[in-house]
């Protein structure tokens, strides 16, 4: 302990009980194939249910953190390498991680469709509903809201990490 080695409290042995750990619950496959279906023609209409399930196609696709899709940019996406650089992680290491076609197709339609060469490359990815960056609590409650409208009960960003990772393991 940092505080007795330096004489700061006396020694004294501690004893710190282990509680056991409980396996996350994941996204089942059933769930999965709802949320990562194809847009419906009115889903396309509407910018936030389009921008929600490119989202949770990305975080299938990768396993990013709500806080690190919040900081993408546009000019952060490499369409003729097929790659994307991560600038803010929570380790603070910057990364350039590859995509597979089928992520570069719905991230290449997402950015066609809405117009996003208008904007600047540091113009966030995935804006706001009013067109600002996200905050990553918003994210969390505006997938929340997308799992809930796709018949989805459970409603956690980060379970799609877990999800993901499970997967990648597999």
């Known amino acids: 302990n940092w505080a007795m080695d330096r004489d700061y409290i006396p020694y004294f042995k501690m004893k710190i009980d282990r509680v056991q750990e409980t396996a996350k619950d994941l996204y089942k496959t059933s769930e999965l194939e709802k949320l990562l279906a194809p847009l419906s023609k009115e889903e396309q209409k509407h910018f936030p249910d389009w921008r929600n399930w490119v989202v949770v196609n990305l975080i299938m ?5 709500c806080r690190t899709l919040c900081e993408l940019n546009v000019g ?5 390498n097929f790659i994307i650089r991560v600038n803010a992680t929570k380790n603070k290491r910057a990364q350039i991680l590859p995509l597979d ?3 570069v197709k ?3 339609d997402y950015l066609e469709h ?16 009013n067109g600002t960056r996200f905050e990553s609590n918003q994210m969390g409650k505006a997938i929340a809201r997308f799992n809930k409208k796709r018949g989805v009960e459970k409603t956690s960003a980060h379970l799609y990490r877990h999800t993901y990772a499970s997967r990648y393991l597999k």
């Open 61 to 65: 696709s990768l396993g990013f953190r």
């Open 76 to 80: 952060d996406i490499d369409f003729e």
């Open 101 to 103: 076609q089928t992520i």
């Open 106 to 108: 719905i991230l290449y």
């Open 114 to 129: 809405w117009e996003f060469e208008r904007f600047n490359s540091d113009f966030p990815l995935f804006p706001s509903d």
